[in-house]
């Protein structure tokens, strides 16, 4: 049965609020409920969803960093219905704990260790758990190709290989990088620490988070090598996956639809929402490549040296009523005009308040929605302390002035990232606002 989750007085601004399916959450423009799909779905499946979304909601679509499919746009009386006929389709549908797994989990030859069988063991064992945070979040990834590292979880457990034994790595709390070592243990070990770590953190109430439990511990303070879902990924059957995703992780259902029926007329099998706003598509090598163009020409982000794909960009004006600019707008504008500074180094996040949805985490440089100006804010969150605050109207103009900064002071070798970081907030603010 579908309960609304709402905060009348500030819909957009709840922390710890998690939409779901039968939990819809009320946002600017109305209800957006999540579809938490656990394994690939046929084209013509997602093909069904995204009609749905047009007939319930406003048919606008997100993919979320995350990898969750989500339906904007709904009513109290429709988001009842989109649950039934949802539910109806017999979808891979997650039912409580979020146990997320990296999207090619038991089909990634490069993996230490399949993910999946632990994944569905603490599921099960947690089913009953009751009294954690709404958002908690369990990570277990087998090392393999596409890696989960730069999301944020409560407990993750990581494979490494010892001594020629798998071993599981338990951090608590943040990405890989910045996540606490608890301990690092065999298989079924890992599994008892995993849900004696959740009982823990039910017992401690509805707010409490992996972070809470572990301020004695080490910081992790390894960043594993990333690759970016926007590529051809073998598969180890001999097929392959091809990440394709709409910019800023948002699109109509229409253009949703009309590429997952290219993907039917070409034979592709599967379909799975994917970290980094991606969608991985599964066939052979040939259909997959036609599939790529095809997305390519229809506006998708399919390469990971698309600038789009290096900016994380909220909802924003006009959409959500707390957004203050029109994120996706800047952000199209800065993709075309500071290609060099988007590197790929770090995202450029486009926030249109300091809630920062589209990139909880600190990068490098963030432009945020305020009341009466914008902020800018460097190596912090969204809400973290600006270096400068300008007018809405010269939100582009001062980008492209800190691009043509980096630009001139780049050392060679240096990506934007760590020349952002040496130029330091006084010398951003005197760029940012000249004279
Ligand atoms: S960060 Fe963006 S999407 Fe989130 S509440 Fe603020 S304006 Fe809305």
């Not at 609304?4 to 710890?16: E, F, L, V, Y």
């Not at 979040?137 to 001594?163: F, K, M, P, T, W």
């Not at 924003?316 to 203050?324: E, M």
Request: net charge neutral.
């Amino acid at each position: 049965m579908t309960a609304i989750a709402r905060d009348r007085a500030d819909p957009d601004m709840r922390r710890g609020a998690c939409p779901a399916l039968s939990a819809p959450m009320m946002t600017g423009d109305g209800l957006l409920a999540r579809v938490p799909l656990t394994a690939a779905i046929a084209p013509e499946q997602l093909a069904d969803l995204c009609r749905l979304a047009m007939r319930h909601g406003n048919g606008m679509i997100d993919i979320s960093a995350r990898g969750n499919l989500q339906i904007r746009g709904l009513s109290e009386t429709s988001a009842p219905r989109l649950e039934a006929e949802v539910r109806a389709m017999d979808l891979p549908l997650r039912d409580g704990l979020a146990v997320e797994v990296p999207p090619l989990a038991g089909e990634d030859a490069t993996e230490i260790a399949g993910p999946r069988p632990l994944a569905d063991a603490i599921r099960d064992r947690a089913r009953d758990l009751q009294g954690l945070a709404p958002k908690t979040s369990v990570i277990v990834d087998g090392a393999g190709r596409l890696r989960l590292s730069g999301l944020i979880a409560d407990i993750r457990l990581v494979a490494a290989e010892a001594d020629g034994e798998i071993r599981w790595k338990i951090l608590l709390g943040g990405t890989e990088a910045s996540g606490r070592v608890f301990n690092v243990f065999a298989e079924t070990q890992a599994i008892e620490a995993t849900v004696s770590l959740l009982e823990k953190l039910a017992s401690l109430g509805s707010d409490a988070r992996g972070r809470d439990i572990a301020s004695a511990l080490p910081v992790n303070d390894f960043t594993a090598a990333t690759v970016s879902p926007f590529t051809l990924h073998p598969l180890s059957d001999g097929t392959f996956a091809t990440g394709i995703g709409p910019a800023f992780g948002q699109t109509h259902a229409e253009n949703l639809i009309a590429l997952c029926n290219e993907a039917t007329r070409l034979d592709i099998r599967t379909v799975k929402p994917a970290l980094d706003h991606s969608l991985l598509f599964s066939g052979s090598q040939a259909t997959c490549r036609t599939l790529t163009a095809f997305a390519a020409d229809t506006g998708f982000v399919t390469s990971s040296t698309d600038p789009r794909g290096h900016i994380a960009a909220c909802t924003g004006r006009p959409a959500c009523r707390s957004g203050t600019i029109a994120t996706h707008e800047i952000a199209t504008r800065a993709a075309a005009e500071c290609t060099d500074l988007l590197d790929g180094s770090f995202k450029l996040h486009v926030s249109g308040c300091p809630k920062g949805c589209a990139h909880p985490q600190a990068t490098a440089l963030t432009l945020c929605g305020m009341p009466d100006h914008v902020s800018l804010v460097a190596s912090a969150k969204a809400s973290g302390q600006p270096f400068a605050s300008i007018a809405f109207a010269d939100t582009n103009a001062t980008l492209r002035r800190l691009a043509d900064l980096v630009r001139s002071e780049r050392r060679s070798g240096e990506n934007s990232a760590a020349c952002l970081a040496r130029i330091g907030p006084d010398r951003l603010r005197q760029a940012a606002i000249p004279g």
